[in-house]
């Protein structure tokens, strides 16, 4: 099973920071899921919310301008240099599109990841289908992973996850039943779901077979995966 790091170690270390995500691997997980928001100049920086505490949007902002401002926030080029020599860690890239923007960022997200040798440990999710269908056009080898929470509803499986290129669902923790892994599994999908910090969740959804939990606090997710390993309930 694959444990991730939401935002790296959020309640020990500054959410999205390269000492976060170390912090993860040190305490045992496989790899960090992590934001990216597009920037004015074409850049990526490792963010979860579009605007910084002053209320300027990223997107209006240059990288430089923005690490002026926060100058812990590091750019993608900066974790996938950290990414490449761990050979065995798995990153979790959200690309931020919260509004359905066609603004190329998925092309220049693609363009990004394609300069370090980081391919096979790379999954790229998103909230919105249109970006993933257009990840899949800019480059078809990265796993693709679908991102929902409240609202996405019973037909998810029947109706929308047929046209999309995946390889994982990432649902809110909330909506993750039996049943519903069972069916993700029948159509050869990885069930990943976030963000999960309550030890009893945690061993339940590991004793249902997910194939990864995406989580705050790492000891709740080590403890999950070794009971459901043994069999014995946390």
Known sequence: MLLLGHRGTPLTHTENTLPGFQAALEAGLGGVELDVQPTRDGRFVVMHDAHLPDGRLIQALTQQEIQRESPEVPTLEAVLEWLTPRLEVTVNVELKNDHGANDGRERRLVEVLNRFPVRERIVISCFHPLSLLRLRAADPSYRLGYLY??????????????????????????????????????????????????????????????????????????????????GVDV
């Open 149 to 230: 929470a409240e609202g996405a509803g019973p037909a998810l499986l029947h109706r929308i996850v047929p046209l999309m290129p995946l390889y994982s669902l990432n649902p809110h923790h909330s909506l993750v039943s039996y049943d519903m892994v069972r069916r993700a599994h029948a159509r050869g999908l990885k069930v990943m779901p976030w963000t999960v910090n309550d030890p009893q969740v945690a061993s339940r959804l590991a004793r249902w077979g997910v194939d990864g939990l995406i989580g705050d606090r790492p000891e709740v997710l080590l403890e999950a995966a070794r009971a459901a390993k043994t």
